[in-house]
């Protein structure tokens, strides 16, 4: 046994022996769920962390349920019509109450929206939400919402991105207050949250829709992969998130618990190109030819990985199926960086989250594979408050981040790519262009073929190492049936007892 490995292996059996006993004093009301890291508040308006986002789809409701191939279904929004290309009007259900019994009404719409864009409350989801000009109200229970131009995936950006929360508490508490001690209009209501433990919610008995099938639910947060695996094999969690490749083994040989996909973690390497080496296109050509993803896919992923032939998800609506991975040529990297002006290489820096599974092993390989071309890289695992920041903060040279594999290709790609949205590290006026028209074009044919021309241009410009999409999965215990949904939430509206 290497040296290294035998203090990991005590850590996570001390870290598994530790946790359990919290998580032991419940019963067959109480669902307990662990995740791998903490939220950062429960404002679903002041987070884009899935770990947190999956906290708070718990509390808050929204108007629709976006759907997995795009489309919406009713939530808070009973029925709604579309009144031109740039207006829908929505009828929102009557009796629906937030969880201190304020009423969820037009009023608190408004108020939810015109919140969102408020600078004070620096909300990651502005960019999704900014097509979006105007909200009128027609009466307590009717409304309408506008955008500037045409905008396609409108009311499905609003059913994950649009928390409707109650003007009167939030006045009353203040911004930070709410993001402590939320009140939410979900299927659960918030009991208490304490730090570094466990967040606390029971049933709520007024909720308009269905019924949660349990009546309380702790979520609890596990970094240490063994002792969140551990925590499922014996009993001691229903419900668990982040289990890796390594570990899925381990659920199924314990005959305790089964394994449901949750989402393709859709894992990329930005490249800062607005200095550096990476400022040259033929050293973001050279990265994506000197890493074979195919190797690090059958090392670390058992050959499961999906690869990513560019920056749209090939499972994704309006991804050009033409499209090739980057083929693994070193020789042709050597040569580009010298066509550069690196014929020796360079030094540089990859920053990337501790929090994200199997991300050592993947930093490490990715490094050995640019040492290979001469291009030498210092690791920098960072931790996650650390890590956003200094992403936002544009410090990076090259970082490891990742998005879901959602099917709307506006979710992430907007996002992620468009200069009005985030321009950390990378700028394309083209680019820019074709991600406006493609939220504009209503017909979706035609919109698939916009995002199959901004998915070649972003193959062609390479701002990203492009590589691959791990098959996520949740842990789930024999006596409870959840099956995970393409987004990746731990959404537990949809767990029940198994029969």
């Not at 040296?3 to 022996?17: E, G, I, N, T």
């Not at 080496?277 to 050293?283: A, E, G, H, Q, T």
Request: charged letters at 25%.
């Amino acid at each position: 046994m290497r040296k290294w490995l035998l203090p990991v292996l005590v850590l996570a059996m001390l870290s598994a022996f530790c946790v359990m006993p919290a998580l032991a004093a419940r019963d067959a009301d109480t669902l307990v769920v662990v995740q791998e890291a903490e939220p950062v508040g429960l404002d679903l308006m002041r987070s884009s962390i899935q770990t947190t986002m999956s906290v708070c789809y718990n509390l808050h409701d929204t108007l629709f349920t976006s759907e997995e191939d795009a489309s919406v279904t009713p939530a808070l929004a009973e029925k709604w019509e579309k009144v031109d290309d740039v207006t829908w009007k929505i009828f929102l259900r009557k009796g629906a109450t937030f969880h201190n019994g304020e009423p969820v009404n037009a009023e608190a719409v408004k108020f939810s929206f015109e919140r969102s864009l408020n600078p004070a409350i620096d909300c990651p989801h502005k960019g999704k939400l900014s097509p979006f000009k105007e909200l009128k109200i027609i009466d307590d229970y009717t409304f309408t919402i506008s955008t500037a131009e045409p905008y396609a995936p409108g009311l499905y950006i609003l059913g994950y991105y649009l928390p409707i929360v109650p003007p009167g508490y939030v006045k009353q508490v203040g911004d930070a207050e709410y993001n402590i001690k939320p009140v939410g209009c979900g299927p659960y209501k918030l009991v208490k949250w304490v730090k570094g433990e466990e967040i606390v919610m029971e049933a709520y008995d007024k909720y308009y829709g269905a019924k949660p099938a349990y009546k309380k639910l702790i979520i609890k947060s596990i970094p240490e992969e063994a002792a969140r695996v551990a925590a499922l094999t014996t009993g001691e969690a229903d419900v668990v998130g982040a289990i890796p490749m390594h570990q899925r083994k381990k659920v199924l040989e314990s005959k305790k618990a089964y394994l449901t996909p949750q989402m393709g973690s859709m894992i990329y390497l930005g490249l800062n190109t607005y200095e550096g080496p990476f400022k040259d296109i033929r050293v973001r050509h050279a990265v994506n030819h000197a890493l074979n993803r195919e190797l690090i896919n059958k090392a670390l992923f058992g050959g499961e990985a999906i690869m990513c032939t560019g920056a749209i998800s090939p499972r994704t609506f309006g991804a050009d199926p033409n499209l090739k991975p980057y083929a693994y040529d070193p020789e042709k990297a050597k040569k580009l960086l010298a066509d550069a002006g690196y014929p020796q290489g360079f030094e540089t820096r990859l920053s990337y989250g501790t929090y994200m599974a199997q991300i050592q092993e993947q930093a490490e390989a990715i490094a050995a594979d640019l040492a290979k071309v001469g291009i030498k890289i210092k690791l920098e695992p960072l931790e996650r408050a650390v890590m956003w920041e200094n992403y936002k903060g544009k410090k990076f040279q090259m970082y490891l981040y990742f998005w879901d594999d959602a099917p709307e290709p506006d979710r992430y790609v907007y996002s992620l790519l468009h200069s009005k949205s985030r321009d950390y590290y990378y700028k394309n006026p083209k680019v820019d262009e074709l991600l406006d028209k493609g939220r504009s074009v209503l017909d979706r044919e035609a919109r698939a073929k916009v995002y199959a021309e901004v998915d070649r241009l972003l193959y062609e410009d390479a701002p990203w190492l492009y590589l691959y999409i791990i098959p996520e999965v949740f842990g789930v215990a024999n006596n409870v049936d959840y099956q995970g949904r393409r987004d990746g939430f731990l959404n537990m509206r949809y767990a029940k007892p198994k029969k």
